[in-house]
């Protein structure tokens, strides 16, 4: 009997633990989804802006502490860039949180399994 009290202190200890691990990744995966968006809803607004603008206008691009004379299209290229960016990386994002929702379920459910068996026998 103390071998099982044993074997399912050991295995309510490492779902303890896995689910703390999963639940700060999942909050860490949140933020990083939230910031892309942001992201992209700035590179967005900032697209919308600058087409509204005449061809013949100057834009500046910052690169560190300064900023570079660009052309229109490179700027324009460049936050079509930024936002596809984005959405790949939040799908990627998205994709691995789903794949730690699924591992922490699949551990819960293993764990109920083990006690299940354990009070059969």
Do not use: C, W
Not at 10 to 38: G, H, V, Y
Not at 63 to 87: C, H, I, W, Y
């Amino acid at each position: 009997m103390a071998k099982v009290d044993m074997e399912l202190k050991k295995a309510f200890a490492e779902l303890q633990e896995k689910q703390l691990e999963t639940s700060q990744k999942l909050r860490i995966a949140d933020i990083q989804i939230e910031n892309l968006k942001r992201t992209k809803q700035h590179a967005s607004i900032t697209e919308r802006e600058i087409g509204s603008l005449d061809e013949s206008i100057k834009t500046y691009e910052s690169v560190g502490r300064m900023f570079l004379l660009t052309p229109m299209d490179k700027v324009k290229e460049n936050l079509k860039t930024k936002q596809s960016t984005a959405e790949e990386k939040i799908k990627v994002i998205e994709n691995n949180k789903t794949y730690l929702e699924n591992s922490l379920k699949e551990a819960t459910n293993s764990l109920r399994e083990l006690v299940q068996t354990k009070k059969e026998s």
